[in-house]
């Protein structure tokens, strides 16, 4: 299948390891030029110099998705180069677990900047490249968290809130023929995933309650962005698309 993105303008954040990583490398599959964003600029050097040994093209830029200015100088800086950003893939962010009454405010704060505030901001970023030339793709990783989950009042409210920053700006940026979706994944199997000393106990959960009975991989999101980004998907806007196996509550 032809996605028609050859040669476009890809951003994507969090891109150094897990599910940021297999979408640049199949964005770059597709002929995209990608912009592999992540605060920790060894692994986005390592997932861009992976693309290019497939002789794809890419460019690793330190960014702190959380930071105004950090943002605003990415973005300032792709369009510089390039003139244009076409694709846009907010999927940074990370987890900071805990109940409710023991959650810290930091952690609740956290959570959000990355997850809610970084995703907002570099949306914002972007989209006056995108209004100019009345094309673009923006797709937001939130998660099936997104629905309630226990012991994560923060990164669900941060997902819910990604769900909800979605649809409003789908609306807004529909005429300027940009089109704004969410991807809501339910477990996935990275790196960070395997690392955890319970990760065991949650593989067989999962297994157990997933209507699909195999692990979700990276590469089933990645295949999720293709389609959003595609240029065949100039009418679907304001979707979540959960890529969860079947599976949707957390018990």
């Not at 040669?7 to 640049?24: E, F, K, P, Y």
């Not at 990608?34 to 794809?56: F, L, P």
């Not at 989950?149 to 979605?166: F, I, M, P, Q, W």
């Not at 477990?187 to 960070?192: N, S």
Request: proline share 3%; with cysteine.
């Amino acid at each position: 299948m032809d996605f028609g993105i050859q040669n476009q303008i890809a951003i994507v954040t969090g891109a150094g390891r897990g599910i940021g990583a297999a979408i640049a490398r199949a964005l770059a599959q597709e002929g995209c030029r990608v912009i592999v964003c992540d605060k920790d600029v060894a692994s986005a050097q390592e997932t861009a110099a992976v693309i290019t040994r497939m002789n794809g093209m890419a460019r690793a830029l330190e960014v702190d998705v959380g930071d105004r200015e950090s943002v605003r100088r990415c973005v300032d800086e792709v369009v510089a180069a390039y003139g244009a950003i076409q694709i846009l893939v907010n999927n940074a962010g990370f987890s900071l677990d805990g109940p409710l009454t023991e959650m810290r405010e930091e952690q609740w704060d956290a959570v959000v900047d990355v997850c809610l505030k970084g995703s907002w901001l570099f949306c914002q970023a972007v989209a006056p490249a995108m209004m100019k030339n009345r094309y673009g793709r923006i797709i937001n990783i939130a998660s099936r968290a997104h629905l309630g989950e226990r012991n994560k009042s923060n990164y669900s409210a941060a997902k819910a809130g990604v769900v909800g920053l979605t649809n409003a700006l789908a609306i807004e940026l529909a005429p300027h023929d940009i089109t704004v979706n969410a991807i809501a994944p339910g477990v996935i199997r990275t790196e960070r995933l395997l690392s955890l000393p319970h990760y065991e106990d949650i593989d067989r959960r999962a297994r157990e309650r997933t209507p699909i009975q195999r692990p979700g991989l990276p590469e089933d999101i990645a295949d999720g962005v293709l389609y959003l980004a595609s240029a065949r998907t100039g009418f679907v806007t304001g979707e979540t698309l959960h890529i969860t196996g079947g599976r949707y509550s957390s018990t």
